[in-house]
């Protein structure tokens, strides 16, 4: 398939040896069996891990099995047919219009465009990172996503073709990325960059809203 981006390897890593390696470590693959794994999932789920992130955890575990299972190594997949807890709580409520408005209103200038760009594009985290100023055409009224920016790794070409688009710029943005261009005038090559010139910290856009 096509190559995983460098956070989602971190990620599988992280789970790897936190939770399988102690568990299924000293194992052979041949002797890992549904019974086992769904005792993990049961075990997992008696602690306060949310049922996303159980379901998260097996994730590095069916891909090692499928691997294994198209080399023609093992004959069975214990990953299959497994019952894994439900999240049951309710979806966050999405704001409302005025709502987004009052609370865009409320951050300074620096905070307020990034999250504009969040509400009024639809651009994920790694996306607003990687935003440069040649990914932007005001006159054409668009902005073309071609990067994610991973903290690590940097900039990194999105996992499929289908993250490569063109995002139209709605009105309601343009006026304030004009003025923001013209503050900027060629200080740094991201549109949403921090005082030093490189892609904002999302941890503390995060914080600012809370």
């Not at 190559?3 to 693959?29: C, M, N, Q, T």
């Not at 439900?86 to 209103?105: F, G, H, M, S």
Request: hydrophobic share 40%; with cysteine; glycine share 6%.
């Amino acid at each position: 398939g096509e190559p995983y981006k460098p956070s989602a390897i971190r990620g599988y890593d992280g789970v790897i040896r936190a939770i399988l390696v102690p568990e299924f470590g000293h194992l052979r693959l041949s002797a890992i069996t549904r019974k086992r794994v769904q005792e993990l999932v049961d075990k997992l789920a008696r602690t306060d891990i949310a049922p996303a992130t159980v379901a998260n955890a097996l994730v590095p575990l069916r891909v090692i099995y499928r691997r294994a299972i198209d080399r023609e190594e093992i004959h069975s997949n214990p990953t299959e047919r497994l019952r894994l807890p439900r999240d049951r709580r309710t979806r966050e409520r999405i704001a409302e219009p005025r709502e987004v408005e009052a609370l865009l209103a409320a951050l300074d200038e620096k905070h307020r465009l990034i999250w504009s760009f969040a509400v009024y594009t639809g651009l994920r985290k790694g996306e607003l990172r990687a935003l440069r100023w040649e990914n932007i055409d005001l006159e054409a009224g668009i902005l073309k996503v071609e990067h994610s920016y991973d903290p690590v790794a940097g900039l990194v070409s999105p996992k499929s073709e289908s993250g490569r688009r063109r995002v139209p710029i709605p009105q309601v943005l343009a006026p304030e990325l004009v003025a923001h261009m013209a503050r900027q005038s060629g200080q740094t090559e991201f549109v949403l960059a921090n005082t030093k010139g490189n892609p904002f910290d999302g941890s503390n856009v995060y914080r600012v809203c809370h």
